[in-house]
């Protein structure tokens, strides 16, 4: 079972989202969508992926051995590692490049951005949001999630359609694999 987390609204702007949890005991403190966010319903979607994350598999623990999601979270990694998405990400943290930003303007990519989104905590919760987004069909949350490729598009923050399908499979998998999915 999950525990319950509590929803708040921050008017800051540092984050657009953020979950907290404990860290002697794991339990949840808050999730928290920045009233400034452009698109707090994918913001939250994002925040709840890293609540399942901490509450039920714990993917930096469970890539490295500790076999949580089994074979079916080794098929979410695999899914994701060979996505186009990521694979740009990759290389633009292993080079200076430059990139396009969604208001036309060239520079060179961010590297540390770069790797910040290649955590797997990171992808996952991205993943996760954008999972719930597409098998849920919800117009608001498909909306956001159209605006949010756009803005990062430059460094392929979120997938295209194609590029998602063999992640948003594994994920059925995952959660059928859990009993969360018939």
Same mark, same amino acid.
């Given at each position: 079972?999950? *525990?319950?987390? /509590?929803?708040?609204?921050?008017?800051?702007?540092? #984050?657009?989202? $953020?979950?907290?949890?404990? *860290?002697?005991?794991?339990? /949840?403190?808050?999730?928290?969508?920045?009233?400034?966010?452009?698109? /707090?319903?994918?913001?939250?979607?994002?925040?709840?992926?890293?609540?399942?994350?901490?509450?039920?598999?714990?993917?930096?623990?469970?890539?490295?051995?500790?076999?949580?999601?089994?074979?079916?979270?080794?098929?979410?990694?695999? =899914?994701?590692?060979?996505?186009? =998405?990521?694979?740009?990400?990759?290389?633009? *943290?292993?080079?200076?490049?430059?990139?396009?930003?969604?208001?036309?303007? &060239?520079?060179?990519?961010?590297?540390?951005?770069?790797?910040?989104?290649? $955590?797997?905590?990171?992808?996952?919760?991205?993943?996760?949001?954008? #999972?719930?987004?597409? *098998?849920?069909?919800?117009?608001?949350?498909?909306? &956001?999630?159209?605006?949010?490729?756009? $803005?990062?598009?430059?460094?392929?923050? $979120?997938?295209? !359609?194609?590029? @998602? &399908? /063999?992640?948003?499979? =594994? @994920? !059925? !998998?995952?959660?059928?694999?859990?009993?969360?999915?018939?």
């Amino acid at each position: 079972t999950m *525990r319950a987390v /509590p929803y708040k609204k921050s008017s800051g702007s540092t #984050y657009l989202g $953020q979950y907290s949890f404990k *860290r002697n005991s794991g339990d /949840p403190v808050h999730i928290l969508v920045s009233t400034q966010a452009k698109e /707090p319903m994918f913001a939250f979607a994002h925040e709840i992926g890293h609540y399942v994350d901490q509450q039920h598999f714990d993917i930096g623990k469970a890539l490295a051995g500790n076999n949580v999601g089994g074979d079916a979270l080794k098929a979410w990694k695999s =899914a994701v590692d060979n996505s186009a =998405a990521i694979q740009h990400l990759t290389s633009l *943290r292993q080079m200076k490049a430059k990139i396009v930003m969604a208001n036309g303007a &060239e520079r060179f990519a961010d590297m540390e951005f770069a790797r910040y989104a290649l $955590q797997y905590n990171e992808i996952w919760a991205r993943s996760y949001a954008q #999972y719930i987004a597409v *098998r849920s069909q919800n117009p608001a949350l498909l909306s &956001e999630l159209a605006s949010f490729k756009e $803005q990062y598009k430059s460094y392929s923050w $979120q997938w295209n !359609d194609d590029d @998602f &399908e /063999p992640i948003a499979k =594994a @994920f !059925d !998998d995952l959660f059928a694999a859990k009993g969360w999915r018939k």
